[in-house]
C-alpha cells in the first residue's frame, strides 16, 4: 500500500474511535440497478461506521464496520459490515461488488430487502441475499425465504425475483402464493406478472380458499393460478381433489380437471 493510503487509514481509525467514521466519496454506486442509469452523472456515496472506515486506494476496497451504512440518491445499504469493490483505473471509480453481512437492510427507492447477507454484482444488476428471514419487500408485495433470494434487473422490464427454501409471496390484497421454490417476474414499477412455484406448493385467495399441488402457475393479469399434480382445494368443509385445478382469485370460482390417465375428480361438498 502506498504511504498516502497508509496515512489516510490511520486518520480514518483515528476519528472513528468513540466518534464515529464518515467519508463523502464521488463515485457510481448502488443506484445503478437499472440499464437506463448507465450513463447518470456521478453522485455522491457517504459511508458511515462506528469501528472504522478502511480504504485501500491500490486494491479498489472500501471496508465499514460497526453499524455501518452507505448512501447514494435513493439507495442504501445498512449492516454489522460493507465491503465495496470499485474498479482503480478511469477517474468515476465504478463500484462493481458489494458485500454486507449481519442484520443487513438495502433500500432502493420503494423496495426493501433483508437478510444475513447480500451479494450485490452491480456489473450484472444482480444481488442474492440469504439468511433465514430473508425479504424483498416493494409497494405491489412481498418474498419471504428461508434460504435465499436472487434479485435479477438485467432486464428491468422484466425483472427475475428467485426464492428458495419455504419461500412465500403475499401481494397487497391478501394473495398468497407459498413454495419450496417460487420463480416471480416483475415489472420496472413492481408489478407482478408471474410466479411459478416449485414443491410443497400452495396458494391462499384473499377470501381464505386454499389449493395445494406439486407445482403451480400463477398469472398475474387473470387473476389464475394453473396448480398441476395432486391437487387439492379446501373451502371451508368443501374439498375437491383432482390431477390439475384452475383457480380464479376475482371471482374466487375453483375448477377441478382430472389427468391424462383419466382418473376421476373427488368433491366432498357440505351443504
Not at 382445494?233 to 381433489?241: A, P, Q, S
Request: charged fraction near 20%; include cysteine; hydrophobic fraction near 35%.
Amino acid at each position: 500500500m502506498h504511504r498516502s493510503n497508509r496515512y489516510f487509514l490511520k486518520t480514518v481509525r483515528n476519528i472513528a474511535l468513540g466518534f464515529g467514521s464518515c467519508i463523502i466519496l464521488t463515485v457510481y454506486a448502488l443506484a445503478q440497478t437499472a440499464s437506463t442509469n448507465s450513463a447518470a452523472t456521478p453522485r455522491p456515496i457517504t459511508i458511515e461506521a462506528n469501528d472504522f472506515l478502511e480504504w485501500n486506494q491500490t486494491d479498489g476496497i472500501y471496508i465499514a464496520k460497526g453499524d455501518a451504512y452507505v448512501e447514494q440518491g435513493q439507495a442504501n445499504i445498512s449492516a454489522s459490515q460493507i465491503i465495496a469493490n470499485y474498479t482503480t483505473e478511469g477517474e468515476t471509480r465504478d463500484i462493481t461488488q458489494v458485500t454486507a453481512t449481519g442484520s443487513v437492510t438495502y433500500v432502493e427507492g420503494e423496495n426493501t430487502a433483508k437478510g444475513d447477507k447480500l451479494d450485490y454484482d452491480l456489473t450484472n444488476n444482480l444481488y442474492v441475499l440469504t439468511g433465514k428471514n430473508a425479504s424483498v419487500t416493494g409497494p405491489k408485495g412481498t418474498m419471504t425465504a428461508t434460504k435465499s433470494i436472487t434479485y435479477d434487473s438485467t432486464n428491468n422490464d422484466n425483472r427475475k425475483v428467485t426464492a428458495i427454501g419455504k419461500a412465500h409471496y403475499k401481494n397487497g390484497d391478501g394473495r398468497n402464493v407459498f413454495g419450496d421454490k417460487l420463480i416471480a417476474y416483475i415489472g420496472a414499477d413492481g408489478t407482478l406478472k408471474t410466479i411459478d412455484a416449485y414443491d410443497n406448493t400452495k396458494v391462499i385467495t384473499a377470501q381464505g380458499t386454499i389449493a395445494t399441488a406439486d407445482k403451480l402457475n400463477y398469472i398475474a393479469s387473470l387473476s389464475m393460478a394453473n396448480l398441476d399434480g395432486n391437487v387439492e382445494i379446501i373451502d371451508k368443509e368443501n374439498i375437491m381433489r383432482g390431477a390439475r385445478a384452475e383457480v380464479n382469485f376475482d371471482n374466487e370460482i375453483s375448477k377441478i380437471i382430472s389427468g391424462p390417465t383419466g382418473k376421476r375428480v373427488t368433491g366432498i361438498l357440505m351443504p
